[in-house]
């Protein structure tokens, strides 16, 4: 099979440049399939591939309506004929209401099934809360064996698009809605599945991004850190399943401190596969952007949304000046405005102070007698009860009368020793009348 074109063969002629990323995949979708045959798309009444891949391939474009359970299995149902499908639905429908499919039709069987959640993140603004999906990276990976690969820009959709074909196993693609800013200046680097990309060098703190906005939010706050005099290394991550933990680890090593950025939940995404590898391999203090509290009420744009829940450029930017502050300068890494550990007297940076010997500690005092519990050190206080005790006296209140006998306000209980004057009753099977009712 030859290598996919950069385009589809269309008409000669001017043509509008597509801007948004669901535009830029259609076009990458319709290249992809004119040169393999097994290419089919599944839609899911999206709109926009009906006209622009159904109308190029009307024999190769199927439509199941909003029912993306059915398209799932019946994706899964195509591949294990030898077929590519691609399945089309938006983020939230695909890992959250067609979740049981996805587990088990696609990945459970590990048939190469594409599936393409549009609208992920909060990209479907003025959809409302309903079409917001915030949780699917910590669903798709937590499913073993699904490549997961959320792009930068416009410009990584086409080299995503490309590499996840050559896959035999099942991928899902995060895509946004609208346009993006662009975070690849120059030539895009080599898309390679599961390995991070160094967009920016930095000796203080590393920015660990995912998914167009956060990494666009990362580098402008890696511009502002530069005037602070602190250095910021950015790390794209654009592949989510399998994850580049080497690449990870080697930031973490390199920098004093770590901030992770994300269009998601602070549970399950890029923030927990980040500290899970820093923990293990370079401890350092890792802070977390990502959407937090609850979703605003009112209707805003990408952006703003994101902004009102807790990510945008000055975010990160705060959160590397608080991830540093929290690192220990052991390792000689102190940009400007950190503050500096005193150096005990007598010793080495960091190291404890000599004991100097100081007046005895005074004794403690023997245990008062008559407390609820003599072994406790310090007595427990006793909270007022609401409500008066019916029996006279207040709630918690000890009793230390002599064995036996009853408390004030209450009446001696029976001994619960056994009768051994009277003779045993024998046990006899109960009769039809007295047995349990059906």
């Known amino acids: 099979?030859?290598?996919?074109?950069?385009?589809?063969?269309?008409?000669?002629?001017?043509?509008?440049?597509?801007?948004?990323?669901?535009?830029?995949?259609?076009?990458?979708?319709?290249?992809?399939?004119?040169?393999?045959?097994?290419?089919?798309c599944l839609d899911s009444d999206l709109g926009g591939l009906d006209t622009s891949f159904g109308s190029r391939f009307p024999e190769r474009y199927v439509s199941t309506g909003i029912a993306e359970a059915n398209l799932f299995t019946v994706s899964a149902g195509l591949a294990a004929r030898g077929l590519r499908p691609y399945a089309h639905t938006m983020a939230t429908f695909a890992a959250t209401r067609a979740a049981e499919q996805l587990k088990l039709d696609i990945v459970g069987t590990g048939l190469p099934v594409r599936v393409v959640a549009t609208h992920a993140g909060l990209s479907?603004?003025?959809?409302?809360?309903?079409?917001?999906?915030?949780?699917?990276?910590?669903?798709?990976?937590?499913?073993?064996?699904?490549?997961v690969v959320v792009p930068a820009d416009v410009r990584e959709i086409g080299p995503a698009l490309a590499a996840l074909h050559e896959l035999d196993g099942p991928s899902y693609l995060r895509l946004g809605?609208?346009?993006?800013?662009?975070?690849?200046?120059?030539?895009?680097?080599?898309?390679?599945i599961g390995e991070a990309v160094t967009l920016r060098a930095g000796d203080d703190v590393t920015l660990v991004a995912c998914g167009p906005l956060p990494v666009h939010f990362a580098l402008t706050a890696a511009d502002r850190l530069a005037g602070d005099g602190v250095t910021a290394r950015v790390l794209?991550?654009?592949?989510?399943?399998?994850?580049?933990?080497?690449?990870?680890?080697?930031?973490?090593a390199g920098t004093a401190a770590l901030v992770t950025v994300e269009e998601h939940r602070p549970q399950g995404g890029l923030g927990d596969a980040v500290t899970h590898v820093v923990a293990a391999h370079a401890p350092r203090p890792v802070l977390r952007v990502a959407v937090t509290g609850p979703l605003p009420g009112l209707v805003d744009d990408h952006a703003g949304l994101l902004a009102g829940t807790g990510v945008s450029a000055?975010?990160?930017?705060?959160?590397?000046?608080?991830?540093?502050?929290?690192?220990?300068?052991?390792?000689?890494?102190?940009?400007?405005?950190?503050?500096?550990?005193?150096?005990?007297a007598g010793g080495a940076p960091g190291a404890p102070a000599p004991h100097r010997p100081g007046p005895?500690?005074?004794?403690?005092?023997e245990p008062a007698a008559g407390r609820a519990s003599d072994?406790?050190?310090?007595?427990?206080?006793?909270?007022?009860?609401p409500r008066p005790n019916p029996c006279g006296e207040p709630y918690g209140t000890p009793y230390r009368g002599t064995p036996g006998s009853p408390a004030p306000g209450r009446r001696a209980q029976p001994s619960a020793a056994?009768?051994?004057t009277r003779p045993a009753t024998p046990i006899t099977s109960a009769t039809p009348s007295e047995s349990r009712p059906s």
Request: charged fraction near 20%; proline fraction near 18%; charge should be positive.
């Open 177 to 192: 809605r609208s346009a993006t800013p662009a975070v690849h200046g120059g030539p895009v680097p080599p898309f390679r």
């Open 124 to 147: 479907a603004a003025h959809f409302g809360s309903t079409h917001y999906c915030l949780e699917d990276l910590a669903v798709t990976r937590a499913l073993h064996g699904l490549t």
């Open 1 to 40: 099979m030859t290598a996919p074109a950069t385009g589809p063969s269309t008409p000669a002629g001017p043509r509008p440049a597509p801007s948004g990323p669901r535009e830029v995949y259609r076009e990458a979708l319709t290249a992809l399939a004119a040169h393999d045959e097994r290419v089919l």
């Open 418 to 420: 056994p009768d051994r």
């Open 375 to 385: 072994a406790d050190p310090v007595p427990r206080p006793v909270r007022p009860h």
């Open 236 to 252: 794209q991550v654009h592949t989510l399943a399998p994850f580049d933990e080497a690449a990870v680890a080697a930031a973490a």
């Open 360 to 365: 005895p500690p005074a004794p403690r005092p």
């Open 314 to 344: 000055q975010a990160v930017h705060d959160a590397a000046l608080r991830a540093l502050a929290l690192a220990p300068p052991a390792d000689g890494r102190r940009p400007a405005g950190r503050p500096v550990r005193p150096r005990p």
